[in-house]
């Protein structure tokens, strides 16, 4: 198939679909979406990839405004099992899947002449993002937003004890997230596969600028995460450093919402 000289741009969003090649036969949704205004209102030769966290959607919080922030069109799409896109959700797990997702998005845009300027990750996406940068040296840079560098924290406190005690006992137990409402059952896999990350030590195999931003009211993941990443980070790799005032995980309010997409300009704006 002859490819265009560039992709042509959608009027304000427009849905793609994506092969997972981590996962043969099945799709990854997404949805491209270009500023109203800028240099490219008329075609794409940049994006910015957006990639959510744990248990929700590509629709997360503030990503669909984004690209107004920065003047550059974004694609946001879902990781398998969630939303729109095909497979199984991971749960808990996914770290080794969810890198390879992201390559075939990646590799997707550039066979079509697009360049992938930065990738944007929350959360969970944020350590996808983080570990796809270590592995792959074709994105100029990496935002971290709300992203855990310690990945033995949060799953007990998050369980309790009782409910931890039968995990480890019976091999899998039943979950229920109370943000997203997802339900699902915990295994041993899903622990051992998220404990096998290493932030620390893989971070020096960063090829790319790594920016980090967090809310110094992060309940989910705590601020000190923020500033371990930055400063583990090789200083031919390590960005800014942002921490937002007042701020939580999941930018609910509309001043959270301006404050993490005023930073994001900062550091991407055309």
Request: hydrophobic share 40%.
């Amino acid at each position: 198939m002859e490819l265009p000289e560039a992709w042509a741009a959608p009027a304000s969003e427009s849905q793609v679909i994506i092969a997972n090649t981590n996962a043969p036969g099945s799709n990854l949704y997404g949805t491209l979406q270009n500023p109203s205004t800028g240099p490219c209102v008329t075609e794409i030769r940049k994006i910015i990839v957006l990639c959510h966290g744990f248990a929700v959607n590509r629709d997360f919080g503030f990503f669909r405004r984004v690209a107004e922030a920065t003047g550059l069109p974004t694609f946001r799409f879902d990781f398998a099992g969630c939303g729109k896109s095909e497979g199984t959700f991971p749960g808990f797990g996914g770290y080794k899947s969810e890198p390879e997702q992201l390559r075939a998005v990646v590799t997707f845009w550039k066979s079509h002449g697009v360049e992938v300027t930065a990738i944007v990750g929350h959360s969970k996406g944020g350590n996808v993002s983080l570990l796809y940068a270590t592995q792959y040296d074709d994105v100029k840079s990496v935002v971290s937003i709300c992203a855990r560098f310690d990945m033995s924290r949060g799953l007990r406190e998050r369980l309790g004890e009782d409910r931890w005690a039968a995990l480890q006992s019976n091999g899998t137990i039943p979950y229920t997230d109370p943000f997203s409402g997802v339900s699902f059952q915990i295994t041993r896999d899903m622990i051992e596969d998220r404990m096998s990350v290493n932030v620390r030590g893989v971070a020096q195999l960063f090829f790319t600028k790594v920016h980090v931003i967090h809310g110094d009211r992060d309940r989910v993941i705590p601020v000190e995460d923020a500033g371990k990443l930055h400063e583990c980070l090789p200083l031919s790799c390590r960005g800014s450093l942002t921490l937002l005032p007042g701020v939580g995980h999941a930018f609910i309010s509309e001043e959270e919402r301006k404050l993490v997409l005023s930073a994001l300009a900062a550091v991407l704006r055309v």
